[in-house]
T-cell receptor, first 114, second 109 residues
Framework: NAGVTQTPKFQVLKTGQSMTLQCAQDMNHEYMSWYRQDPGMGLRLIHYSVGAGITDQGEVPNGYNVSRSTTEDFPLRLLSAAPSQTSVYFC?????????????FGPGTRLLVL | EDKVVQSPLSLVVHEGDTVTLNCSYEVTNFRSLLWYKQEKKAPTFLFMLTSSGIEKKSGRLSSILDKKELFSILNITATQTGDSAIYLCAVDSNYQLIWGAGTKLIIKP
């Protein structure tokens, strides 16, 4: 049981490049979410999904796209990276939106945009 | 606008001391308040609080919620160097977690 996995662990991009941060969970959780964490700030919700085929915007969605074609996978796409997107990104999953105490976090992806 | 404010932002104490971390909130639809500990990587869950006045306890850590005054405290007694971490408070509002900026706790030997 791997839990929540994220790849890559670390990535350097140039401004304007695109990339996809991968997130997968093997717990059959319906609810998945993406956060970014910046120094001196808490986690901020980017996008979330309450089940396959359903996604919605969080607090800071601009510059990011998501899709949820399967229960297991929830990739985050940066279409045109900007230095302001330099951050640590966490993916999380839980059985449902009402079960935050059982939210599992991935190990994080550290992204540097030059 | 929903917000969660933690204080202090950082705290340095000596091993054996007792610390109290604060979390206040203003949200539209409170469901629960959660505390997390974050060391080098992802946050790990500590407590979830939904009712006022009921203390949650785990070893040297305890937490309580005051829904009238809209705050929670996290207490750590007899601190150890392994307690050094960022402690995050989050409030579930409309099934979304609103996070505080965290308190960075450093325990000196």
């Amino acid at each position: 049981n791997a839990g929540v996995t994220q790849t890559p662990k670390f990535q350097v991009l140039k401004t304007g490049q695109s990339m996809t941060l991968q997130c997968a969970q093997d717990m059959n959780h319906e609810y998945m979410s993406w956060y970014r964490q910046d120094p001196g700030m808490g986690l901020r919700l980017i996008h979330y999904s309450v089940g396959a085929g359903i996604t919605d915007q969080g607090e800071v969605p601009n510059g990011y796209n998501v899709s949820r074609s399967t229960t297991e996978d929830f990739p985050l796409r940066l279409l045109s990276a900007a230095p302001s997107q330099t951050s640590v990104y966490f993916c999380a999953s839980s059985p449902g939106p009402g079960s935050q105490e059982t939210q599992y976090f991935g190990p994080g992806t550290r992204l540097l945009v030059l | 606008e929903d917000k969660v404010v933690q204080s202090p932002l950082s705290l340095v104490v000596h091993e054996g001391d007792t610390v109290t971390l604060n979390c206040s909130y203003e949200v539209t639809n409170f469901r629960s308040l959660l505390w997390y500990k974050q060391e080098k990587k992802a946050p790990t869950f500590l407590f979830m609080l939904t009712s006022s006045g009921i203390e949650k306890k785990s070893g040297r850590l305890s937490s309580i919620l005051d829904k009238k005054e809209l705050f929670s405290i996290l207490n750590i007694t007899a601190t150890q160097t392994g307690d050094s971490a960022i402690y995050l408070c989050a409030v579930d509002s409309n099934y979304q977690l609103i996070w505080g900026a965290g308190t960075k706790l450093i325990i000196k030997p």
